[in-house]
């Protein structure tokens, strides 16, 4: 591995900084008063725009990138006549967020700009819709887990500007579920896949510009990386701490209270219990038709895990949600009362062995599972109806030595 350009989080408050690392090749939302932090695109247009280094800007985003002042980072490049803006690119959901299926190019009705969707047909963009451009910038917000896809869009973009020799900005922004708390497993390498696309922590607890960094500096992504950090932003903040405008970053993640259960939950989502989809608070809740919901309730909280109770709860998801759409569902609400200590993750597996011992017969445990927790060992630990706590030691697998590797990427105290 190489050693990322050196970054002293003290200096980052207060100064534009470009970390153009040496390794490999060459609709708005609601505003809010007086935020605490500065996003990567408010640094960017403090700036001047000097980390651009020519006007014709290709931008991969969606309706989640916007200014401190919730003004769209498209309004703000295609408003700015410095700046040709001449391709949007769009990840999963849509350039607007609103999809839960294959997405189509486009043309974006504000600017007349086509938006290439990267969850269609295809998901890298090719070397070619990058040739010309003086620069590519990411600006899309992410929610802390390995498997939502945001981050291997970002992936993939680097690669296809690596190829077509165009750099590649990313503008920062907040991880909304902290940058302290970290949770394994680290997936395995035959696992990984577009939810997962490289050897990191479940809940990494990283921002898309460090993962950016770690990307090309541990997993040969060859592209100039350049970062835009943010200011004012520190690792124990969530987002709420950050005074910043909440925009679900898909229809799913409608709170920062459901992106902190997420990470794991959804090791729940390709079973046939459903995960809320189609409720006010998914993720926040789960549960299925024959779920024996109050012995699984109580056995959590006899569980004693930290920062969290659990209590019965039925409820019936909307017609044509992904399980039981109009079907009555007993179901089991997960209330963080402590996010400092809650363990997403060690949660998500406490409660996948609970409904294996309660309702094994009932439970379905896909293959596909494996690409979401990350080991197969968890998987078939799972179906042999382990119990949790002979399962929990999985979770540290590759965490130790992503942790060293992680701490070299960091940009913020």
């Not at 490999?24 to 505003?31: D, E, F, N, P, Q």
């Not at 047909?121 to 899309?140: C, M, Q």
């Not at 680097?158 to 708390?181: K, Q, S, T, Y």
């Not at 998914?282 to 959590?300: D, M, Q, T, V, Y």
């Amino acid at each position: 591995m190489s050693s990322a350009d050196p970054a002293t989080p003290g200096l980052l408050p207060g100064l534009l900084m470009l970390c153009l690392l040496d390794i490999g090749i060459g609709s708005a939302a609601v505003a809010v008063d007086m935020p605490t932090v500065r996003l990567g695109v408010d640094v960017l247009f403090d700036e001047g725009l000097q980390a651009l280094p020519g006007p014709r800007i290709g931008l991969v985003t969606n309706h989640t990138g916007f200014d401190s002042r919730g003004v769209s980072t498209i309004e703000r490049l295609s408003g700015d006549p410095r700046v040709q803006l001449c391709a949007l690119f769009a990840p999963e959901h849509g350039i607007e967020g609103k999809l839960d299926e294959k997405v189509a190019d486009a043309i974006h009705g504000a600017t007349g700009v086509k938006v290439h969707s990267l969850y269609g047909d295809t998901r890298k963009p090719s070397a070619e819709l990058f040739r010309g451009l003086d620069a590519v910038l990411f600006d899309i917000q992410d929610v802390g887990a390995r498997f939502y896809t945001y981050i291997s869009t970002m992936s993939l973009c680097m690669e296809a500007a690596g190829e077509a020799g165009v750099p590649f900005i990313v503008l920062d922004r907040p991880n909304p579920i902290g940058g302290v708390r970290v949770e394994g497993p680290v997936i395995e390498s035959g696992l990984l896949s577009f939810v997962g696309p490289h050897e990191i922590a479940l809940r990494h607890g990283m921002t898309v510009s460090e993962l950016a960094r770690m990307f090309v500096g541990e997993f040969g992504i060859r592209c100039d990386l350049r970062v835009v950090p943010m200011r004012g932003w520190e690792r124990g903040m969530y987002y709420e701490d950050a005074g910043l405008p909440w925009q679900r970053p898909s229809p799913a993640m409608p709170t920062v209270d459901t992106a902190i259960v997420y990470p794991g939950i959804c090791l729940l989502e390709r079973t046939n219990v459903s995960v809320g989809r189609g409720t006010p608070t998914p993720f926040e809740l789960f549960g299925a038709p024959w779920l024996r919901s109050e012995e699984l309730a109580a056995e959590l909280n006899a569980a004693g895990l930290p920062g969290v109770r659990f209590s019965a709860e039925d409820f019936t998801p909307t017609p044509g949600a992904r399980h039981y759409g109009g079907m009555l569902c007993h179901g089991v609400r997960v209330a963080v009362t402590d996010r400092d200590t809650f363990e997403s993750v060690r949660t998500g597996l406490h409660a996948f062995a609970g409904i294996r011992r309660l309702n094994g017969r009932d439970l379905s445990v896909p293959e596909g599972t494996d690409y979401l927790v990350g080991l197969r060992s968890i998987r078939l630990a799972l179906e042999a109806g382990k119990p949790a706590t002979e399962i929990e030691p999985l979770l540290q697998t590759g965490l130790a030595e992503f942790m060293e590797k992680r701490q070299r990427y960091l940009l913020y105290e």
